[in-house]
């Protein structure tokens, strides 16, 4: 008998673009609430791609009417790609410590997967470095009190992202360049996180975190690592009784993730083992 002809499947990724084309003729705040309606959609059916889409549209239409994202909308941003690049990331370090892992198959499918993760961070990138870092910095550099900090805490948000991103990168692709550029961006936003953010704020918190992880696993600095970390974790816990209500959990979460990796990572220092790397990224 002869095998059933494949049903042609549809090309979902034309789909969306037609749907969001179709949606952005409707008016500003209109388009907005829809695109936001439509990214929490996807996200609550595991669509990510789709979700980053639909986000990835809603910062065109902001930054063209020179506005920054809301809170809501930055979140949706961060955990859409998150999701997208995280998977791949989990696949690339099974095929690098697998026991298959010097099998040409296994070596030629790492590349595949390789490739997607890189495809992925320069999307995000792109959007950062060319859209809302420009965008929210001339936001922040025509503003004053509260409202200058809303928008430089945004600015710390994406600094953070730009240095999650090339730390990914630095992840698949050993060239210095991208881990000096997450320590860059990194270290950037920590600068401005502590000039403008409190020491128990959890995206300053997450940054220290992140910036610890990132000396740990790609710069190989254990000393600088612990030393950040540690430092993170002494002035959050110093300003503890001051800690905002609404960030109490965020803050604390994160204040433990900082604590178990020093824990750890002088425990193994201690006893000179090497060890796996450990992963651990701030919450979302």
Sequence with gaps: RNAPASIPLPKMSSKIDELIAKASKQDAAEFERTAVFMAKAAESSERYQEMCKWVVALVDARVKAKQDLTEEMRNLLSVGYKHVVGFRR???RCFQH???KENDLIVAYKEVVKKEVMDICKE??????QKLIP????????ATGKDEV???EACIFYLKMVGDYYRYFAEVDSETENAKNA?????EGSDLAEKFLPSTHPIRLGLSLNLSVCYYEILKNQKKACELAKKAFDQAIAQLDSLDENSYKDSTLIMQLLRDNLNLWTAREGEGEEGEDVRVDDLQ
Excluded: C, I, M, T
């Design 90 to 92: 989990s696949s690339f």
């Design 124 to 129: 995000v990138l792109d959007v950062l470095q």
């Design 150 to 152: 809303v928008h430089q």
């Design 98 to 100: 697998g026991e298959n």
């Design 183 to 187: 320590e860059k961006f990194y270290v």
């Design 135 to 142: 965008n929210v910095r001339e936001l922040a550099k025509e």
